[in-house]
């Protein structure tokens, strides 16, 4: 939609992917001085770190941005079900010869029940404010609407879609089952038809909500086959991992880059979440443990313990790397270059 596009200063209908733990400000700015949207990750953040993200990305850039929250449903502890799974993981922790967690805890607050961070933005007043996991209650997507912020929300669903848009969200991220990373899904127990962009985006363009399709795309046939289907716009992620900008860690660049980016598993062992990431030695774990994991975030605090064991000798094959089913497209370029190609890229 045109007023969309006029609205966020968009010269290329592409959004970078708020990446948690890879996406940075500078990475941001980059983007959106490119002419695409830039956005910054604050679900695993606090106020106080996320208030210091976005003015770093404002002393960079005066173009509109995006900020993203997890708003999954707030952790339940389960003291068996987290005993048995550092129970589980406790020989691989030997392995480095490194204790297991005594405990696991809640490592993310759920945008659902985080006042402080909502203070935060309805003073920083961010273009965008997007929702991973769920949708905060309607108190507060009305705040954010009153303080002038454009509301975005993953969906993997037409039943999600439609939840989204009875809650006043502006704009469907369509999150395809190629999508690297975490699935959106508002319940992760529930049965997932893992349905793929090109459909999703079909099915939900069909209504007059904006969709901007998520999955899979990495270059600008990617991004026309987006617009060809009804999006408005195409959000990569996996496409800006290798740029310099990115806080992947050098590890994880090269495993993006190796043969192992053709071969993109979904897993729930390192979060408690589904997510999709390149194979490593987490992933192998996960298919030779039987127990049950904990629900998300708490896994997460074990799983961040497993890899930062790992890597104190040397492994890094533990790390959460991320990606998408388009990864063997992969460039490493610096984020604004990226876009002014795929830009060039694309037909029209």
């Not at 900008?245 to 880059?257: G, K, Q």
């Amino acid at each position: 939609m045109p007023a969309l596009r006029a609205r966020l200063a968009l010269s290329v209908p592409l959004v970078q992917a708020p990446m948690a733990g890879v996406s940075t400000p500078a990475m941001a700015a980059a983007v959106c001085e490119a002419g695409g949207l830039g956005s910054i990750a604050l679900g695993a953040t606090d106020a106080a770190g996320a208030g210091a993200m976005i003015a770093e990305l404002r002393a960079r850039t005066a173009r509109p941005f995006g900020v993203n929250l997890f708003v999954h449903a707030p952790a339940r502890a389960d003291a068996a079900r987290e005993a048995a799974w550092i129970a589980a993981l406790a020989p691989t922790f030997a392995r480095f010869d490194a204790p297991a967690p005594v405990a696991l805890r809640a490592i993310y607050p759920s945008f659902a029940e985080d006042d402080a961070m909502l203070a935060l933005l309805l003073d920083a007043r961010p273009a965008v404010v997007s929702f991973h996991f769920g949708l905060p209650g309607a108190d507060r997507i009305a705040a954010l609407k009153a303080a002038g912020c454009l509301l975005f929300a993953s969906v993997t669903s037409p039943a999600e879609a439609a939840m989204a848009r009875r809650a006043g969200i502006d704009v469907l991220v369509a999150q395809g089952i190629e999508a690297g990373g975490h699935r959106g899904m508002f319940d992760p127990d529930a049965r997932d038809d893992a349905l793929g962009t090109l459909a999703l985006v079909r099915l939900l363009a069909r209504d007059s909500v904006p969709v901007i399709a998520a999955g899979g795309i990495m270059d600008g046939a990617g991004v026309d086959a987006a617009l060809a289907l009804g999006a408005v716009a195409a959000q990569l992620g996996t496409a800006f991992v290798a740029c310099p900008e990115s806080a992947a860690d050098d590890a994880y660049r090269a495993a993006l880059m190796g043969p192992g980016a053709s071969h993109t598993v979904m897993t729930r062992a390192i979060s408690g979440r589904a997510a999709r990431c390149l194979p490593n030695r987490f992933t192998a774990l996960d298919e030779e443990l039987r127990e049950a994991v904990p629900g998300y975030p708490i896994a997460y605090d074990a799983g961040k313990a497993l890899n930062a064991a790992a890597k104190a000798v040397g492994e890094t094959g533990y790390g959460a790397q991320w990606a998408g089913q388009g990864a063997p497209l992969a460039r490493a370029m610096p984020a604004g270059e990226l876009v002014r190609v795929i830009a060039g890229e694309m037909r029209a």
